[in-house]
Structure formats: C-alpha cells, structure tokens
C-alpha cells in the first residue's frame, strides 16, 4: 500500500534562513509527486510537481528514489511562506492521490 | 476563475440528520473526489467517481455515500450524521490521464455536528 511520511507537524525557521520539509514515500511502482500548499484562508493548491522539476515561489523539489523522498527546499525563507504544507502521492488508477498529515511552516520574522 | 464550488462554506447539524455536501465544477473532468481534512491526520480520501454514476470507495467510506448524476456534480452524502464526522470536507477533481498536472479543489465545507 502507499503511504506518505511527513515527519514533522510544525517547522519554525528564521526570515532568510533555509527551509527544508521532508517527505518520504512508500510505492512499489512509479511514482508521481506532489506538493500542495494551504494559506491562511485558502483553498488547497497545487505547489509544484516532480515531473516538471520547476521551480515556483523559489521552491524546489527533487526525487530522490534510492531514499524514497521528495523533500521541499527554498534557500531564503519570507514570511507569506507561511503555510501548510501537504507532500503527495499519485497512485495510479484514476489519479488517487494520497497525502501526507502535512507541515505547517512558520517563518518567524 | 473559480472552477470548483462547494456550495457550503460552513454547516451545523444534528446528530443523526442526513447531510449532502455538494460540489460542482466546471472544468469537464471526469474524476471527481472527497477527502476530509483533518487536523494531523492529513487528507482522507472518503470517495471518488470517474465518470457518471460510477463510484468507489476511498480509504474511509464508513458513514458516506456519494452521488454523480451529472459530470459536473459529485455530492457527498452522510447518512446518520454523527460528532466524529465534524469535519473539513474538501472536493477536487482532476482531468483522467493528467494526474500528473494535480488536482484542483474547492474551499471546503466545514461541518460541525453537534
């Protein structure tokens, strides 16, 4: 069965510091991944996905598949980063998606 | 340039009341879905239907039934309404065969059953 890891509920960092969230993910086949961000009072979005390896609002991505991750990484953390963030998974079939419990970010200013 | 409408933003209702959840788009998309968000516990999917009258069960059905009349409609129904069903209920729905461009979703509905 499929699953996504998010490890962490709650990151805090730093106005210009680094961000780093993690995901890990358990597939026995391709895999394709996402990440979804939620603002205050928004509905869910798509953030950006590991086939078109772009970069939106600074974020990145990269699978990684001998660790089975997709961590989002930004260089320089700003406040309306602030979110929630969801790492996911498609699994085949009629594009059902699981998603991780998710990882709120907060930048401090 | 709203292109999935949840027609509730916020519900209360009684235990034991039959609630429909409604959601529409207009896209033309095939594969429709209901997830419940909880807070750490994610995205839940509850059910999805890819096409007209055509359903499957999600992850956590228990409770649920859903409706496809029309392409453009997936209503999400709860039977028996019930407090562990209070709720963030989020509807998307995704183009089959471009799951790889993700799925658009609505505002959500947030249910309170009391």
């Known amino acids: 069965a499929q699953r996504v890891t998010q490890p962490e509920k709650l990151l805090s960092v730093f106005k210009g510091a680094p961000v780093e969230l993690k995901c890990n993910y358990s597939?026995?086949?391709?895999?394709?991944l996402f990440w979804y961000v939620q603002y205050s009072r928004q509905r869910l979005q798509l953030l950006l996905r590991h086939i078109s390896r772009e970069s939106i609002k600074g974020f990145t991505a990269d699978l990684n598949k001998g660790e089975t991750s997709f961590h989002l990484k930004k260089p320089f953390a700003q406040e309306e980063d602030s979110a929630m963030y969801y790492c996911?998974?498609?699994?085949?079939?009629?594009?059902?998606?699981?998603f991780g419990i998710g990882t709120k970010l907060q930048v401090i200013p | 340039d709203v292109k999935v409408t949840q027609s509730s933003r916020y519900l209360v209702k009684r235990t034991g009341e039959k609630v429909f959840l409604e959601c529409v788009q207009d896209m033309d998309h095939e594969n429709m879905f209901w997830y419940r968000q909880d807070p750490g516990l994610g995205l839940r999917l509850i059910y999805f239907s890819y096409d007209v009258k055509m359903k499957e069960k999600g992850d956590i059905p228990e409770g649920y039934s859903v409706s496809r009349e029309k392409k453009e409609r997936f209503s999400l129904i709860l039977e028996s309404a019930s407090t562990n069903q209070t709720s963030m209920y989020l509807c998307a729905s995704v183009l089959p065969g471009t799951g790889g461009y993700g799925y658009t979703f609505g505002s959500g509905t947030r249910l309170t059953v009391v």
């Open positions: 597939y026995s086949g391709s895999p394709e």
């Open positions: 996911a998974l498609n699994s085949g079939g009629y594009q059902k998606v699981t």
